[in-house]
């Protein structure tokens, strides 16, 4: 299912490259990127819901570039806590704190200051307070072992250098019978040896 | 691979043509490239 790392491939700049052009999609959602953003693109190719989109404050749509849509896979409980990873501006993050309600919370990692910023800010606009965002890294989450009730990720976990380590951090930051709704890209046919050496193509 | 982590109840529920209209559309294709929605319980 996901792809291995090449043992050759420059992490450290793979790292940097994400935060860079993530930080971009912050500052410039309408710029020019590879990849689709904003609530239309949600809504048409990954089908949300309109409506409730349109309840979120735009600073946290218009930056949008998730790849799936983890709120289709299973509903998340009210009262649960629900961890976002890679939450970016904060669409999925806010969507899952308002499913998990007034008794449930919300945590956001983002690993770009100026994404969680933006998460941060669009939490306040839209008056929910059971919202929190933390700097961090899927590879190594800032929470407790055994803590969530569900994790959901969208369109982040294919950017890690070592997938079995971010989804072993998955595995130990939910409870016994958490669920993971998990939103990414798969690669069905096998990629060369230049494709995968490639950082350009794996911030795509 | 989520299996072997530890995962049970592994299942791809949806899948997306997430890059139809980008620039990696022609990439993406030739790699069969989608988004996808996978469901999975810790055990």
């Known amino acids: 299912m996901a792809v291995a790392c090449p043992i050759d491939l420059d992490t450290r700049k793979l790292r940097d490259e994400i935060r860079s052009i993530y930080a971009r999609v912050a500052s410039d959602p309408a710029g020019e990127f590879h990849f689709h953003r904003g609530p239309d693109y949600a809504a048409e190719f990954l089908r949300y819901d309109r409506a409730a989109l349109a309840q979120l404050p735009a600073e946290s749509t218009a930056s949008f570039a998730g790849v799936a849509n983890p709120h289709r896979i299973a509903r998340i409980e009210e009262g649960a806590l629900v961890v976002d990873i890679g939450c970016g501006a904060g669409m999925d993050l806010l969507l899952a704190a308002k499913s998990a309600g007034p008794r449930g919370r919300a945590i956001g990692i983002d690993m770009t200051e100026s994404m969680a910023e933006k998460a941060r800010a669009s939490a306040r606009a839209a008056g929910l307070d059971n919202v929190e965002v933390r700097l961090g890294d899927a590879m190594s989450l800032p929470l407790e072992d055994s803590s969530a009730d569900v994790v959901i990720s969208n369109g982040v976990l294919n950017l890690t250098s070592d997938k ?5 951090e ?17 690669v069905a046919n096998e990629l060369s040896e230049s494709i995968r050496k490639d950082v350009d193509l794996w911030t795509g | ?17 997430t890059f139809r209209g980008t620039s990696k559309e022609r990439i993406a294709r030739k790699y069969a490239v989608t988004g996808i929605n996978i469901f999975a319980r810790k055990s």
């Open chain 1, 164 to 168: 079995s380590v971010a989804f072993g």
């Open chain 1, 170 to 186: 998955v595995f130990r930051v939910l409870k016994p019978g958490g669920r993971f709704l998990y939103a990414d890209i798969v």
């Open chain 2, 1 to 17: 691979m989520l299996a072997q982590v530890g995962f049970r109840d592994v299942e791809v529920r949806e899948k997306f043509d």
